[in-house]
T-cell receptor, first 116, second 114 residues
Framework: AQKVTQAQTEISVVEKEDVTLDCVYE???????LFWYKQPPSGELVFLIR??????QNEISGRYSWNFQKSTSSFNFTITASQVVDSAVYFC?????????????FGSGTQLTVLP | DGGITQSPKYLFRKEGQNVTLSCEQN?????MYWYRQDPGQGLRLIYY???????QKGDIAEGYSVSREKKESFPLTVTSAQKNPTAFYLC?????????????FGPGTRLLVL
């Protein structure tokens, strides 16, 4: 079975602080894909990043960066110099083979509140 | 603009009533999905379809039904057999449905029981 754990249910920071959202995953599959999505108050899930299991390079996109560590089964997400508009629920997800088919499994999400 | 549309934004269901949620995409994606989200929880897969006229049950299919008569449309019916339908429903699509590609989501429909 596969599982995604986002242990931080809620995080509050003050604007301009850096914040890291943790994601730990479990899978027996050797080829898998990891995702981060943002869900603002409007409800729509916005795709942020996709990473495959063979690419452990960290990625930076503007104020966003992702740290993928296979050794600890983690795929953490850091927002640098947070802004109020970053306030949202962030979901980590894993696509891996469970039986004959791949399935996308979501974590329970981390509610990030950035205070002005 | 390419994207996924869901309607209505809010839907109210009376006891014993079937209701249908609409999902349309113009991304030319083969695969489409329906997820349910409950407060404070992640998304759970209801049904998915990798090709027209074919679909498979997800983790929580009981009380729901779908059809895939056209590539761009994947409506979800919440039947009276679903005893706890109040939730946020999200439709998604992806290029081929192999699980390797990204799923893109619509704006969602919030279903409430009267």
């Amino acid at each position: 079975a596969q599982k995604v754990t986002q242990a931080q249910t809620e995080i509050s920071v003050v604007e301009k602080e850096d914040v890291t959202l943790d994601c730990v995953y479990e899978t027996r599959d050797t080829t898998y894909y990891l995702f981060w999505y943002k869900q603002p108050p409007s409800g729509e899930l916005v795709f942020l990043i996709r990473r495959n299991s063979f690419d452990e390079q960290n990625e930076i996109s503007g104020r966003y960066s992702w740290n993928f560590q296979k050794s600890t089964s983690s795929f953490n997400f850091t927002i640098t110099a947070s802004q109020v508009v970053d306030s949202a629920v962030y979901f980590c997800a894993l696509s891996a083979r469970a039986g004959s088919a791949r399935q996308l499994t979501f974590g329970s999400g981390t509610q990030l509140t950035v205070l002005p | 603009d390419g994207g996924i549309t869901q309607s209505p934004k809010y839907l109210f269901r009376k006891e014993g009533q079937n209701v249908t949620l609409s999902c349309e995409q113009n991304l030319n994606h083969d695969a489409m999905y329906w997820y349910r989200q409950d407060p404070g929880q992640g998304l759970r897969l209801i049904y998915y379809s990798q090709i027209v006229n074919d679909f498979q049950k997800g983790d929580i299919a009981e009380g729901y039904s779908v059809s895939r008569e056209k590539k761009e449309s994947f409506p979800l019916t919440v039947t009276s057999a679903q005893k706890n339908p109040t939730a946020f429903y999200l439709c998604a699509s992806s290029d081929t449905g192999t699980g390797k590609e990204t799923q893109y989501f619509g704006p969602g429909t919030r279903l409430l029981v009267l």
